[in-house]
T-cell receptor, first 114, second 116 residues
Framework: QKEVEQDPGPLSVPEGAIVSLNCTYS??????FMWYRQYSRKGPELLMY????GNKEDGRFTAQVDKSSKYISLFIRDSQPSDSATYLC??????????????FGQGTILTVHP | GAVVSQHPSRVICKSGTSVKIECRSL??????MFWYRQFPKQSLMLMAT?????????EQGVEKDKFLINHASLTLSTLTVTSAHPEDSSFYIC????????????FGSGTRLTVV
């Protein structure tokens, strides 16, 4: 079983739709949770980050973490064609030898069509 | 904002030769840098963690003699693929973490390596 599971999609939605992206994980030591966006042939760029359980909102993006279920989500409201990219969830542990190492999900390919 | 420059962006080399990829943090110091490999439509797989002034820590299954990592300064890490073979063809991405931050990872734009 992979430490982080993410539905690879692909996901195709019309402009203006609400998009829901999800990851589940098995390592209960993960405390820091991040969402990255990656355009084709480019490095990932950080979209959102959260610590432990809870919600965080930034413009059209909302990140949720439910540690009891080991489940994180990213919601995109009023999706735009420019949101078309691969979205990767990433997690890390605090302290110890694994500190700083990010474990990524497989990535979900999102296409928003006009 | 924090910028990481990765060069070259694309390289084609002959089988058996070596290729060096550079990763520079342009406007911040990075005690720790990470090297990833990404296959088409797949996630980033961590290859090694590089700490300035010390030996890199390689993930299980990664050949340290094949993928040489040097982190000689707080702003530069290099990955050398030695005696490259076609199966080494991949997208290599570096990441630098700003010292003292938890979420401060900045990624380079990646290097597409093709071994012919």
């Amino acid at each position: 079983q992979k430490e982080v599971e993410q539905d690879p999609g692909p996901l195709s939605v019309p402009e203006g739709a609400i998009v829901s992206l999800n990851c589940t994980y098995s390592n209960s030591a993960f405390q820091y949770f991040m969402w990255y966006r990656q355009y084709s042939r480019k490095g990932p760029e950080l979209l959102m980050y959260t610590y432990s359980s809870g919600n965080k909102e930034d413009g059209r993006f909302t990140a949720q973490v439910d540690k009891s279920s080991k489940y994180i989500s990213l919601f995109i409201r009023d999706s735009q064609p420019s949101d078309s990219a691969t979205y990767l969830c990433a997690m890390s542990e605090p302290g110890g030898t694994s500190y700083g190492k990010l474990t990524f999900g497989q990535g979900t390919i999102l296409t928003v069509h006009p | 904002g924090a910028v990481v420059s990765q060069h070259p962006s694309r390289v084609i080399c002959k089988s058996g030769t070596s290729v060096k990829i550079e990763c520079r943090s342009l406007d911040f110091q990075a005690t720790t840098m990470f090297w990833y490999r990404q296959f088409p439509k797949q996630s980033l797989m961590l290859m090694a963690t590089s700490n300035e002034g010390s030996k890199a820590t390689y993930e299980q299954g990664v050949e340290k003699d094949k993928f040489l990592i040097n982190h000689a300064s707080l702003t530069l890490s290099t990955l050398t693929v030695t005696s490259a073979h076609p199966e080494d063809s991949s997208f290599y991405i570096c990441s630098a973490r700003r010292t003292g931050t938890v979420y401060g990872y900045t990624f380079g734009s990646g290097t597409r390596l093709t071994v012919v």
